[in-house]
């Protein structure tokens, strides 16, 4: 098939985040800025050096490799991610934060590695649904293999305590057996499990327990669970239409509780208004609509489950944030995608879009 360019309708969409995020998370962080100079600076340099820069070269390089590589190697990108995020029961490894040991120092650097794990998962899954083809509607060929892979997943993850991260990989991962053909009944059924798990997850875990209950009453315990939530609507509410304008949030200074990272959308509500909020909701509508074209035209099952797969994370991740921040949904603490703090989610999720603009230049046909 004929090579094209990268898509460009995405291109132009990917880059408006990243340009929004970087003035968003810029103008967020000096919040950190007016309590502590050493802490502003060293998130500066893991958002810019190693999330942009390192993140951009990879980009650069998932754009020439051809996508055929990792379906070749889609199994040991899995085992190793699961083997890296298992490293954070490390002693000496593994670093504690908050009460959750869900980082890896290594000198000055820390990172996340459940960011490398659920990307690990979309490479080996699609590979997998793609050579199973028709006989995923099987059961021991479809369901079958996701529950063993989130069973391993669920082990590794829950124990830290990440919740959040085996949510969206479990959703990413039923909407990816959805593209590929298993019949709607399993997905029923397994969503249905799935469903009660996890509410007997939450009544058993006393943190998320109070996550729901503080979604249910917002006011309740406004200097405490839900402290974060009312100061995030304070934000949301004083931005107005238009906003106070760019760099003028006050929430940021001493209220929000870390307005660069799982906070930053109230910061840009409160600066940018109801305007800017709408604007960007828009574009990341806009990125899954292209991304879901883009994976619709692929020239093979692999790419367009690999597509779907990378496309449908991003998509969940970026709506969980806001609508948590916004209170339709209990607070989950993900980061927004391109714009919250995370130099090593960034990095890794601007190869993954690599990898989709690698794939659109092979589309059936035009977009």
């Known amino acids: 098939m004929r090579e094209k360019k990268p898509d460009k309708f995405l291109l132009i969409i990917v880059f408006l985040l990243i340009f929004i995020g970087a003035a968003m998370f810029i103008s967020a962080s000096l919040g950190i800025l007016a309590k502590n100079r050493d802490i502003f600076y060293s998130i500066l340099f893991s958002q810019i050096v190693l999330g942009f820069g390192l993140g951009f070269i990879g980009m650069y390089l998932a754009l020439k490799i051809d996508y055929k590589f990792w379906r070749k190697n889609a199994f040991y990108i899995f085992l190793g991610s699961i083997i ?46 793609s050579w199973a083809k028709s006989r995923v509607q099987d059961f021991k060929f479809g369901i079958l293999p996701l529950c063993a892979m989130l069973t391993i997943i669920a082990v590794i993850l829950l124990k830290q305590p990440d919740t959040k991260s085996f949510i969206l990989i479990t959703a990413t991962g039923l909407s990816m057996l959805f593209i590929s053909g298993v019949p709607v009944k399993y997905l029923f059924g397994g969503g249905a499990i799935l469903l009660v798990l996890f509410g007997s997850l939450v009544f058993f875990t006393p943190y998320l327990r ?36 760019f760099g003028q949030s006050i929430q940021k200074f001493s209220y929000l509780p870390e307005p660069q990272g799982d906070s930053i959308f109230a910061v840009t509500g409160e600066e940018l208004g109801f305007v800017g909020t709408v604007i960007i909701i828009l574009l990341y509508s806009f990125f899954a609509l292209r991304g879901l074209r883009i994976a619709n035209n692929s020239p093979d099952l692999f790419g367009r489950l690999l597509v779907s797969g990378i496309v449908i994370l991003i998509t969940l991740q970026s709506f969980m944030n806001i609508a948590s921040i916004t209170g339709v949904f209990p607070l989950t603490g993900v980061p927004l995608v391109f714009m919250s703090q995370g130099g090593t989610s960034l990095m890794i999720y601007l190869v993954a879009i690599g990898i989709v603009f690698q794939i659109s230049k092979f589309q059936k046909q035009s977009a």
Do not use: M
């Open 84 to 129: 890296v995020t298992g490293l954070v029961f490390v002693p000496h490894v593994g670093w504690n934060h908050g009460g959750a040991t869900r980082w890896i120092k290594l000198g000055p650097v820390s990172f996340q590695p459940a960011e490398l794990l659920k990307f690990g998962f979309i490479i080996y899954f699609a590979a997998w649904l």
């Open 210 to 245: 109070n996550r729901v209950n503080t979604f249910i009453d917002p006011s309740q315990d406004p200097r405490g669970t839900s402290y974060q939530l009312q100061q995030s609507l304070i934000a949301l509410g004083s931005g107005g239409i238009f906003g106070r304008g």
